[in-house]
């Protein structure tokens, strides 16, 4: 650093030395231009009055021209003195920026020559190094060579000797678990010895103990089994009771009743019994009875059973409600015998659905108590309509709602109700017996106005089924009865 600052201050002082010779050359030639050559002497005139006489001494005159001629003399060479200062200083400062950036450019390089050659310097530092190392590995692995292989030879002695110390303590653990086994299994002998003297000593104290107080198992078995059923009696028992209790208290439920929730196969077991007569009366309180339980439902669910029937009735017979209900379901029951209408061809000729309770306007907004049978055809006067039980013509005659109506009371004491009629069987008449099964009509479409009035809706059998009660008369819903009918 020091030589470098050396250098410059040098450079500088040449550059100023330089510069100062330039001005004193251009000054010394300024004034030798500068010089003016004295005017030639020429003899003045006498009318002249601006010169002297010739004893005067001589002066340098200078006339106008020539003052002028100086002065652009002057100028002229002070603009080339200046162009030719600064020509000559832009040349100083350039030749000085190159020798700057030539000393720069030196200096670079000889940094740079210095820190390749300290690189080379440390790359055969590093080379050396190297040398070195892999030599000293060379030698360690020479060694650890020998090493390994003196192990490899005192670590196969000491497996040799392992494996031979582990097969004698192989050979000892072989002959203790022997001898182990051996002992457990003796003991686990006689253990069972001991188990099986024991239960034999524990069979023989009960069968001495069955023996001596003359107890038998069967007896056993058979007081439990005679237990079970006194507190399965007597819960039904008490369950029965508590029925019975309730259908005292809360009586007849009528509109549950006259729903007739009875499946079609119930009614055919009903009425295969009501045809014998010692059966008759049996099967008509099992009938009440199962309706009073389940809440007059039976169409899920099975008739009870004939003990608890028993029960029951014991326990029921003298009750008013039961009788009631007892007579509504032996005059339904033991009189239907005949689907309403005649089967043409073996088949049948109308089609019915459960219209049970279905709201009618003729005649203000009511409820239909009947079935309607709507014929197939919806031809009028053509399908017979017979009987559907035994009994008396009790009514006969036009109504404005049921129109040609036909009603004949059952010998049981319902009554049967046949509506719509175009016209009655010849001859028939209010108080004539008829037997089920026989002609009292053809089916219309009468009714809903002034007699005679026919068209009013299509043609069809409405049937409807009613009971006596402190009431006045009761319809019931006549679809399961019909629907078992037309099965038969």
Not at 134 to 156: C, P, Q, V
Not at 274 to 287: E, G, H, T
Not at 386 to 396: A, P
Not at 454 to 474: A, N, R, S
């Amino acid at each position: 650093m020091m030589n470098l600052n050396n250098k410059n201050i040098n450079h500088k002082l040449i550059r100023n030395n330089s510069i100062k010779s330039t001005l004193n050359q251009i000054n010394k030639k300024n004034k030798k231009d500068l010089r003016v050559q004295r005017a030639p002497l020429n003899k003045p005139s006498n009318n002249n009055n601006n010169y002297k006489n010739d004893n005067t001494p001589e002066k340098a005159i200078y006339s106008k021209e020539s003052y002028a001629k100086v002065n652009n003399m002057k100028e002229n060479d002070l603009h080339k003195n200046y162009t030719n200062v600064n020509y000559l200083k832009e040349n100083a400062i350039k030749e000085n920026a190159k020798k700057e950036n030539s000393t720069k450019e030196n200096s670079t390089k000889e940094n740079y020559s210095k820190d390749n050659s300290r690189e080379d310097n440390y790359r055969e530092d590093n080379y050396r190094k190297e040398n070195y190392t892999r030599a000293n590995d060379l030698k360690e692995n020479s060694s650890i060579g020998k090493y390994h292989t003196d192990n490899y030879k005192n670590d196969n002695y000491k497996n040799d000797n392992y494996k031979n110390d582990n097969y004698k303590n192989d050979n000892y653990k072989n002959d203790n678990y022997k001898n182990d086994k051996y002992k457990n299994d003796n003991h686990k002998k006689n253990n069972y010895r001991k188990d099986n003297n024991t239960k034999d000593k524990y069979t023989e104290s009960i069968t001495d103990y069955i023996k001596l107080n003359h107890v038998s198992l069967q007896f056993y078995i058979i007081i439990w089994l005679f237990v079970l059923f006194m507190v399965g009696s007597s819960y039904k028992k008490i369950e029965l009771h508590m029925v019975a209790e309730k259908i005292i208290n809360e009586g007849i439920d009528y509109d549950s009743f006259r729903d007739m929730k009875v499946s079609k196969n119930l009614i055919d077991k009903v009425k295969a019994e009501v045809m014998d007569d010692n059966k008759k009366k049996n099967i008509i309180n099992r009938l009440t009875l199962s309706m009073m339980v389940n809440e007059f439902d039976l169409k899920k669910t099975r008739l009870l059973s004939r003990k608890n029937t028993k029960q029951l009735y014991k326990s029921l017979s003298n009750n008013s409600s039961f009788k009631e209900l007892n007579n509504y379901y032996y005059a339904i029951m033991n009189d239907v015998t005949c689907f309403p209408v005649k089967l043409e061809n073996g088949k049948s000729c109308v089609t019915f659905t459960d219209t049970w309770n279905a709201y009618r306007s003729y005649g203000g907004v009511r409820r239909h108590e009947g079935t309607d049978l709507m014929a197939n055809d919806n031809s009028r006067g053509i399908h017979v309509i017979v009987s559907m039980t035994d009994g008396i013509v009790e009514k006969l005659g036009w109504l404005e709602q049921g129109g040609y109506r036909i009603g004949i009371r059952g010998e049981s004491g319902a009554y049967y109700y046949y509506a719509h009629l175009d016209s009655y069987a010849p001859g028939i008449k209010k108080g004539d017996s008829v037997k089920a099964g026989q002609f009292i009509g053809y089916m219309g479409d009468s009714g809903y106005g002034k007699e005679g009035t026919v068209g009013k809706f299509d043609v069809h059998l409405h049937m409807g089924i009613y009971v006596e009660t402190p009431f006045g008369e009761m319809s019931v819903n006549p679809y399961s009865i019909l629907l078992y009918l037309e099965s038969k």
